[in-house]
């Protein structure tokens, strides 16, 4: 008897590529700045993500759906960049979990809130299911997105809607030629 090398067997459920996603994390409740970095450390440890980015943490006026409301609590912002192989739906529940764990509540739309992580890019994937919306449909209005997404990745892209750069100067001039502040 001839002794052969062993066969392979195939993975049944071959994994997926890593895919670059964006996240926008924000508190404007208790200790923001602590709770970010719980976030963040939190989302470092989750499984299928690695070589997780943040980007410096900026200071921002709560935006409400009428506009900026100088009165609410300001807000802390960031970004962070990661590479992932979860499927975006299950990259997107496992952030509402890290919010629920942060006592995130639901009450009022664009509400105060202790932590927001929101899904703002999965790759090149563009969705419009009302659960899964990709890119996040506001983020292009957002420079509290926007800068510091370009501050971790000066080439960066909303798919679909254009180079980071050029959307905060197109929000800058718009800003400018009415005299008011996109936030």
């Known amino acids: 008897m001839t002794r052969m090398p062993p066969l392979t067997v195939p993975d049944p ?3 997926r590529d890593n895919v670059r996603a964006v996240i926008a994390i924000g508190a404007n409740l208790g200790d923001r700045r602590e709770t970010i970095r719980r976030a963040i450390e939190r989302i470092s440890r989750l499984p299928l993500v690695e ?3 943040l980007s410096e943490l900026y200071e921002t ?4 759906l009428d506009g900026p409301d100088p009165d609410a609590p300001t807000y802390v912002n ?3 960049l990661v590479s ?3 499927a975006p739906q299950v ?3 496992l952030l509402h979990a890290i919010e629920d764990e942060h006592g995130r509540e639901r009450h009022e739309r664009w509400g105060d809130r202790t932590l927001d992580l929101d899904l703002i890019a999965y790759g090149d994937l563009l969705s419009d299911d009302p659960h899964l919306q990709l890119p996040h449909p506001r983020a292009a209005e957002r420079m509290f997105v ?3 997404w370009l501050s971790l990745d000066p080439d960066a ?5 254009g180079r980071i750069a050029s959307l905060i100067e197109r929000l800058r001039a718009d800003a400018a030629d009415t005299g008011a502040e996109h936030e």
């Open 146 to 148: 926007l800068e510091p």
């Open 84 to 86: 992932t192989r979860l």
């Open 91 to 93: 990259l997107l529940g």
């Open 51 to 53: 070589d997780v980015q």
């Open 157 to 161: 892209e909303i798919p679909g809607q």
């Open 78 to 80: 960031a970004v962070a």
């Open 61 to 64: 006026v709560a935006v409400r």
């Open 13 to 15: 459920r071959p994994g």
